[in-house]
């Protein structure tokens, strides 16, 4: 059974103030690591895709990269916007479900 | 942009009520899913279907139902709504097995 732990539940930083949400994962033949923001009341917003271990992906300040075991989602210098709940999610081979984790919280204050 | 929209943002109804919950993919998606999003359970899976007509249960089907008559359409079914059926429903799609899903934002619903 694939199984998605992210940690911390919460965070709250200071703008400006870097630091990692962290993904661990099992599951049978990876097809896909998947970063999503989900703002209070609304649907997730896709962010990245990882396939492979070594691969990373950046986008503004939020920088994905996998290893065999974990994710790591970077967030360098935030702002208060990005205060939101980030989910990852995994896909196992042969399989049209992701199944996800319970998200960070992330509270970013000016 | 792939844009996926659902009937209501809120949903008010009574325990009994028969309650339908559409999802509409404009992309011509192949497969479509129903979630619902509890506070300290995460995102868990209804049901999805990979092609019209065709459906499969996910992790927590008891007590719903879907239909999908058109491949843009996919819908959620509660056959008598409960109040332990009070939750964030989310739908979302995907052109094929290995693509992130695409989201729409959300039917919130109370049971009361």
């Known amino acids: 059974e694939d199984q998605v732990t992210q940690s911390p539940e919460a965070l709250r930083l200071q703008e400006g103030e870097s630091s990692s949400l962290n993904c661990s994962y099992t599951?049978?033949?990876?097809?896909?690591l998947f970063w999503y923001r989900q703002d209070p009341g609304k649907g997730p917003e896709f962010l990245f895709t990882?396939?492979?271990a070594g691969e990373e992906k950046e986008k503004e300040r939020l920088k994905a990269t996998l290893t065999k075991k974990e994710s790591f989602l970077h967030i360098t210098a935030p702002k208060p916007e990005d205060s939101a709940t980030y989910l990852c999610?995994?896909?196992?081979?042969?399989?049209?479900?992701?199944?996800f984790g319970k998200g960070t919280k992330l509270s970013v204050i000016p | 942009d792939v844009k996926v929209t659902q009937s209501s943002r809120y949903l008010v109804k009574r325990t009994g009520e028969k309650v339908f919950l559409e999802c509409v993919q404009d992309?011509?998606?192949?497969?479509m899913f129903w979630y619902r999003q509890d506070p300290g359970l995460g995102l868990r899976l209804i049901y999805f279907?990979?092609?019209?007509?065709?459906?499969e249960k996910g992790d927590i089907p008891e007590g719903y139902s879907v239909s999908r008559e058109k491949k843009e359409r996919f819908s959620l079914i509660l056959e008598s709504a409960s109040t332990n059926q009070t939750s964030m429903y989310l739908c979302?799609?995907?052109?094929?097995?290995?693509?992130?899903?695409?989201f729409g934002p959300g039917t919130r619903l109370t049971v009361l």
């Open positions: 999610a995994v896909r196992g081979a042969g399989s049209y479900q992701l199944t």
């Open positions: 599951v049978s033949g990876l097809r896909g």
């Open positions: 990882l396939y492979s």
């Open positions: 992309m011509d998606h192949e497969n």
């Open positions: 279907s990979y092609d019209v007509k065709m459906k």
């Open positions: 979302a799609s995907i052109p094929g097995s290995y693509n992130e899903q695409f």
